[in-house]
């Protein structure tokens, strides 16, 4: 099955200009010459032929010395080396390798760490047993290499290839995480903890109220994002919802009951896992014909995604995961999946919420208003989403059908099992420090000071707690100063220099 030949000079590769004129080396150089189904990496290796190496948006540029030999094994001893681990690319190489192959690099060098990882990834990836004994000798190493990719804590042996399964998943439901500076940066800052001393010694009234308007501002984001403005009941009960965040386990019935709470008016919606096609885009104006942005899931292989997806976010639960990681990859492989006719987005950011609570991150009580977050920053987290769904629809045949919805052709479950969820990690990460380091401790802060405010107005005035809610949010609409509206009808019995000594004290409690 071998071409002649994997390496390739180039200067611009499928859209991408080269930082250098080079040769293409590892899955690139295999993807291209194979012609494998599946998007391109998200860094690029390139043999610089300037001896020199350094990292560029979209390239990883080594020295010659680095050139593998032009042989699809030495090819892929390279990507495992320096390129991390790329699930889907060696699922879909399987499906075109004759078992023979793999049987004959491992025979023929038992010992390498790399030939047992491909051994291991063949029967883990395509559930079946190879031709080959176990091995009797051998230090045990880890599948993914700690140096690239982001690995669970946890790592149980595997005595037949010797070697300890970190995954950060299973095998129906594995997306990766590539270390970059940037999550790097973020795991040393102890977010989690920020938190926890942000809220530590806040009065318990104090606490209830800041995780009330929590809940409430990420409802309501939530819904806008979605470009829907619901009523305040409604945005209520979802922010109850939201609440409840990690205390019951994942499962398809909790899934379902999250739907049920999102739609409420199950009149026109068919509540439960799709039972047709689905995509996220537009209709032509005139034909009505689909224009799909991303292509859902097809709906004949929902259900075995969605038990790869919430059987890999229980076994993420003891995994000694990174929990902004965990979270990232779950919630965006569920809304990359859409297994609802309607609601998942919603329910995409409840798991973000899920996973951070199960797994500790976020404080017993409180939420992170990540949706807030994630509605100021809607260019860049519409850009996340496209980032994998668009090169894959390249990828994925469907048709238009009678009623313009999209009829996939073919088995695509591979694309949404393993993807890379580095950019989705660090969007997420964006949207955890803002609300830690911003949302949260502001709105401590405002109860704080509405809190002395209104323990003076009660000294001087007596108001009820419902006026002094009323004249603090005039004031605060009116940049300090009592309207004359508001003098003349709800504060008619205040006298002027009542008045100036509340805007004065108003101007002391708020500065800003």
């Not at 200009?17 to 860094?43: C, F, H, K, M, W």
């Not at 300037?50 to 010395?65: C, E, I, S």
């Not at 439901?173 to 926890?196: I, M, N, S, W």
């Not at 390249?394 to 059908?401: A, G, N, S």
Request: proline share 7%; charged share 20%; with cysteine.
């Amino acid at each position: 099955m071998s071409p002649t030949s994997f390496s390739r000079s180039i200067t611009v590769f499928h859209g991408r200009t080269a930082p250098e004129s080079g040769t293409l080396v590892g899955y690139g150089a295999v993807i291209e010459a194979l012609q494998l189904a599946v998007p391109l990496p998200r860094d690029l290796a390139l043999i610089s032929a300037k001896r020199r190496q350094y990292r560029v948006a979209g390239w990883r540029v080594f020295t010659p010395r680095h050139q593998p030999a032009d042989t699809l094994w030495a090819h892929l001893v390279f990507a495992l080396k320096y390129e991390g681990l790329d699930l889907l690319f060696f699922k879909k190489l399987f499906a075109q390798l004759p078992a023979a192959t793999v049987e004959e690099w491992v025979r023929h060098a038992p010992q390498s760490r790399y030939a047992r990882t491909v051994w291991f990834l063949y029967e883990w990836l395509l559930a079946c047993r190879l031709d080959l004994p176990d091995l009797t000798q051998g230090n045990y190493v880890p599948v993914v290499n700690e140096q690239l990719q982001y690995a669970a804590a946890t790592a149980p042996p595997v005595s037949r290839q010797r070697l300890r399964n970190n995954l950060p998943g299973v095998a129906g439901f594995c997306p990766l995480v590539h270390k970059t500076a940037t999550l790097e940066q973020y795991l040393t800052r102890d977010l989690a903890g920020r938190a926890q001393h942000v809220l530590r010694g806040l009065h318990a009234d104090v606490l209830v109220r800041t995780s009330a308007f929590l809940l409430l501002k990420d409802s309501k984001a939530s819904f806008t994002i979605e470009g829907e403005q619901p009523p305040p009941t409604r945005a209520l009960r979802w922010g109850h919802a939201i609440g409840q965040a990690g205390q019951q386990p994942l499962s398809r019935e909790e899934l379902l009951r999250l739907q049920q709470l999102v739609i409420e008016n199950s009149r026109f919606v068919r509540l439960g896992y799709r039972t047709e096609g689905g995509f996220v885009g537009e209709h032509d104006r005139q034909t009505g014909d689909p224009i799909p942005d991303h292509v859902s899931a097809r709906w004949q292989d929902l259900e075995s995604l969605m038990s790869g997806l919430l059987d890999a976010a229980a076994h993420l639960e003891t995994a000694g995961y990174p929990p902004v990681l965990s979270a990232a990859a779950i919630a965006f492989g569920f809304v990359s999946v859409h297994p609802f006719v309607d609601g998942n987005g919603r329910v995409h950011r409840y798991l973000i919420h899920h996973l951070l609570a199960r797994l500790g991150f976020t404080p017993p009580g409180i939420i992170f208003p990540v949706s807030a977050a994630i509605l100021e920053r809607l260019p860049a987290y519409r850009q996340v989403l496209e980032g994998y769904s668009h090169p894959v629809l390249e990828l994925i045949p469907w048709r238009k059908t009678a009623d313009h919805n999209v009829e996939v052709l073919a088995d695509t479950s591979d694309y949404y099992r393993y993807f890379d969820a580095t950019a989705p990690a660090e969007f997420l990460f964006d949207c955890v420090a803002y609300t830690l380091e911003k949302t949260i401790p502001q709105e401590v802060a405002y109860l704080q000071r509405y809190d002395a405010l209104k323990a003076w107005l009660d000294e001087g005035f007596q108001m009820p707690d419902k006026l002094v809610a009323t004249l603090i949010r005039f004031l605060e609409q009116n940049q300090g100063i009592l309207s004359k509206r508001a003098r003349e009808k709800e504060f008619a019995l205040l006298t002027p220099e009542e008045v100036a000594q509340i805007e004065q004290q108003y101007a002391v409690h708020f500065p800003d």
